[in-house]
């Protein structure tokens, strides 16, 4: 078992930043596909972007591409969303999930490609 846990959310202006932490444990995970989703009010969860646990390659959505980064720490089992440039329509609850890339048979846009799941941390933007 793998439990993740986010922090960092919050209220931010328009054009500010945020930095978005999942810790992990329960397992070591730095093999682990990290993926993070959003979920605004009344909305289906989007695929903001994923690090691919074997190359570290990541890949973003159109949406949030060239402003979100993320990256990973193995040595204190952490994943982070740099969120920079932020816009009201990044508002939403953001989750961070896990899985083993033997057992991922979704693609990794897909949230049922995901394992394990966070309790999600809100982000609010402001106009």
């Known amino acids: 078992q793998v439990q993740l846990v986010e922090s960092g959310g919050g209220l931010v202006q328009a054009g500010g930043s945020l930095r978005l932490s999942c810790a992990a444990s329960g397992r070591t995970f730095a093999h682990y596909d990290m993926g993070w989703f959003r979920q605004a009010p009344g909305k289906e969860r989007e695929f903001v972007g994923c690090m691919s646990g074997s190359t570290g390659i990541t890949t973003y959505a159109d949406s949030v591409k060239g402003r979100f980064t993320i990256s990973r720490d193995n040595a204190k089992n952490t994943v982070y969303l740099q969120m920079n440039s932020l816009k009201p329509e990044d508002t939403a609850v953001y989750y961070c999930?896990?899985?083993?890339?033997?057992?991922?048979?979704?693609?990794?846009?897909?949230?049922?490609?995901?394992?394990?799941w966070g309790q999600g941390t809100q982000v609010t933007v402001s106009s």
């Open positions: 999930a896990a899985v083993s890339p033997i057992f991922r048979s979704k693609p990794y846009y897909s949230p049922d490609a995901y394992h394990y």
